[in-house]
């Protein structure tokens, strides 16, 4: 089989292009350049990736091909995270790159070159059920990353391949050791890859200056409790970088881009919510109106939930489900699918 594997430079998915190599396959190497990335930095794009990936597909002895897709990247997931960021919402860019970049323009690049299968270096596991392929979660439950693959088209199931499903990080870098690749224990990339220094805010200000206008903090009772330089880069449950000394743990609850005002509390149980609204839903299967479980944070808990059309509803609350954010929905190990969420409302009890 002829596979194309996303090599990002990173160990995981320099593994998988071993792998499958190993295995016999015809293997193609693909390189994603999806923006300009400071020489150095800890993108997952930059030159430097870029070198890495090349140097690991010379080893393999399989082809490689950097794609220039700058342009489609900006539009679907800069724009995105940015109108979704000045809406008051916090975006989830890696979902969006998976759903609108990696399995949409990828995979076409891909079949032009002739491929039969894309895969990559998420962990995650593809398999086969009577109702044709799906996802589920990872044999390393620690490194399980199905939460950000539920915008997967679900016809791009068919075709993706995912190596690393039943190893553990140990054991990728092990194998990457054994095989001498140069990347072996090179650390993962942690930050939003075309925000490499973590500060979404400054980012913001940068693309557009009036996200930056200073606000007001405001607390439950209306008072203004302090200033802000923009609340566009706010989250929902958000606790550091406040800047404020209220005698107990400050949250943000609430954000109105708007107005510049960032509502806030000390009592947690306002960021308790039993419900929320969907929107941009994508189904890999039916959801059963019993047995589902969701969550709505990649290392959050799963709670039982039912939905309904675009609401959800949550049999035990969640805490700080925030607006722009990935609800994604599971029964048992088998991804379901999912949807961003939209306005959420208060837990309330029976």
Same mark, same amino acid.
Request: with cysteine.
């Given at each position: 089989m002829r596979i194309a594997v996303a090599m990002s430079g990173g160990v995981d998915s320099s593994v998988a292009a071993?792998?499958?190599?190993?295995?016999?396959?015809?293997?193609?190497?693909?390189?994603?350049?999806?923006?300009?990335?400071?020489p150095g930095s800890a993108s997952c794009c930059g030159l430097d990736e870029a070198a890495d990936a090349r140097a690991v597909a010379h080893q393999l002895g399989i082809p490689f091909f950097a794609l220039d897709l700058r342009d489609p990247f900006r539009r679907a997931v800069v724009d995105d995270l940015i109108g979704a960021y000045a809406a008051g919402r916090t975006p989830n860019p890696?979902?969006?790159?998976?759903?609108?970049?990696?399995?949409?323009?990828?995979? %076409?690049?891909?079949?032009? /070159? !002739?491929?039969?299968?894309? @895969?990559? +270096? $998420?962990?995650?596991?593809?398999?086969?059920?009577?109702?044709?392929?799906?996802?589920?979660?990872?044999?390393?439950?620690?490194?399980d990353q199905t939460y950000f693959l539920w915008s997967t088209p679900p016809d791009a199931l068919a075709d993706l391949l995912l190596p690393l499903g039943d190893l553990t990080k140990a054991n990728v870098r092990e194998r990457?050791?054994?095989?001498?690749?140069?990347?072996?224990?090179k650390p993962d990339s942690?930050?939003?890859?075309?925000i490499p220094d973590g500060d979404v805010a400054a980012f913001l200000r940068r693309e557009r200056p009036e996200l930056g206008n200073?606000?007001?903090?405001?607390? %439950?009772?209306?008072?203004? /409790? !302090?200033?802000?330089?923009? @609340?566009? +880069? $706010?989250?929902?449950?958000?606790?550091?970088?406040?800047?404020?000394?209220?005698g107990s743990p400050t949250y943000v609850r609430d954000i109105d881009t708007e107005r510049g005002v960032v509502h806030v509390t000390?009592?947690?149980?306002?960021l308790l919510h039993g419900a929320f609204g969907l929107r941009d839903v994508v189904r890999h299967a039916p959801f059963p109106e019993d047995g589902l479980s969701v969550r709505v944070r990649h290392r959050g808990q799963r709670v039982p939930a039912?939905?309904?059309?675009?609401r959800v509803t949550l049999l035990s609350p969640l805490r700080g489900?925030?607006?722009?954010?990935?609800?994604?929905?599971?029964?048992?190990?088998?991804?379901?699918? !999912?949807?961003?969420?939209?306005?959420?409302?208060?837990?309330?009890?029976a």
């Open positions: 071993a792998l499958l190599t190993a295995e016999g396959h015809e293997v193609v190497g693909l390189f994603m350049k999806l923006h300009d990335a400071p890696c979902v969006r790159c998976n759903g609108q970049i990696k399995f949409r323009v990828l995979r %076409d690049q891909a079949r032009q /070159l !002739g491929c039969d299968a894309l @895969a990559t +270096g $998420h962990y995650a596991r593809r398999v086969d059920t009577a109702d044709g392929p799906a996802l589920a979660v990872a044999a390393d439950t620690s490194r990457a050791r054994t095989l001498g690749l140069p990347n072996a224990d942690q930050e939003i890859c075309f200073p606000g007001t903090y405001v607390g %439950d009772d209306g008072s203004v /409790l !302090g200033q802000h330089g923009g @609340a566009a +880069g $706010h989250t929902v449950g958000q606790r550091r970088g406040l800047g404020l000394a209220l000390t009592d947690p149980r306002r039912r939905v309904q059309g675009d489900v925030t607006p722009g954010q990935s609800a994604v929905f599971y029964e048992g190990d088998r991804l379901l699918g !999912g949807g961003v969420v939209t306005q959420a409302s208060p837990w309330t009890e």
